[in-house]
């Protein structure tokens, strides 16, 4: 059955990088709808990133100039480029998909910017 491996997050001083990645198994990246969200202790939710197979591309404006999404379908990951992270970034981050309706969210993997 399908299922989501996360990876890359840590610890990084501000104006650091770190590329998170979420792997997907038992699934096929066709017609998708795929994302990054992130959750702060005692805050909800919110979506940092998407991208769809129609070639949408959706940042918050929080990370906009500073963050890349990205597939390489061919190895069924999902990618975030988090470029310049500044200590507000931090949070658990998650991936989601969305294939054919079917939906799918990763673990959560911990990005903490801090000096």
């Known amino acids: 059955q399908a299922q989501l491996a996360e990876s890359g997050g840590g610890l990084v001083q501000p104006g650091g990088s770190l590329e998170l990645s979420c792997a997907a198994s038992?699934?096929?990246?066709?017609?998708?709808?795929m994302g990054w969200y992130r959750q702060a202790p005692g805050k909800q939710r919110v979506l940092v990133a998407s991208i769809t197979s129609g070639g949408a591309n959706h940042y918050a404006d929080f990370v906009k100039g500073r963050f890349t999404i990205s597939t390489d379908n061919a190895k069924n990951t999902l990618y975030l480029q988090m470029n310049n992270l500044k200590p507000e970034d931090t949070a658990v981050y998650y991936c989601?998909?969305?294939?054919?309706?079917?939906?799918?969210w990763g673990q959560g993997t911990q990005v903490t910017v801090s000096s």
């Open positions: 989601y998909i969305n294939i054919l309706g079917n939906q799918y």
């Open positions: 038992g699934i096929v990246f066709n017609l998708y709808y």
